[in-house]
Nanobody, 128 residues
């Protein structure tokens, strides 16, 4: 129903920046919000950021607040994750997700279970 394709991952030194993109297709009009999650080896999937298609600045996990920015482009059905001041602990596979669930505020969008559609992920590796 909704297809998501991430891009922009790669290898970067600590302190550097990357910009991840997520292109959505299909029934994107049925979705309320987009999110970014990440999963590092041996770790559970972790919420990173979410944003409503209706706009605003979105919501960021405490671990990335002040360093990452999430944004969306409705016309392009795309969301972006600007990642600055990267740390080695940011190393993970980053997944884009789409939710067709309405959530008052961003609380529920911090939960992976609220997202019905997921991309294949893009690897981000931050070296020391």
């Amino acid at each position: 129903q909704v297809q998501l394709v991430e891009s922009g991952g790669g290898l970067v030194q600590a302190g550097g920046s990357l910009r991840l993109s997520c292109a959505a297709s299909g029934r994107t009009f049925s979705t309320y919000a987009m999110g970014w999650f990440r999963q590092a080896p041996g770790k559970e999937r972790e919420f990173v950021a979410a944003i409503r298609w209706s706009g605003g600045n979105g919501y960021l996990a405490d671990s990335v607040k002040g360093r990452f920015t999430i944004s969306g482009n409705n016309a392009k059905n795309s969301v972006y994750l600007q990642m600055n001041s990267l740390k080695p602990e940011d190393t993970a596979v980053y997944y884009c997700a789409a939710s067709d669930r309405y959530c008052s505020g961003y609380g529920c969008y911090q939960e992976g279970k609220e997202y019905g559609y997921w991309g294949q992920g893009t690897q981000v590796t931050v070296s020391s």
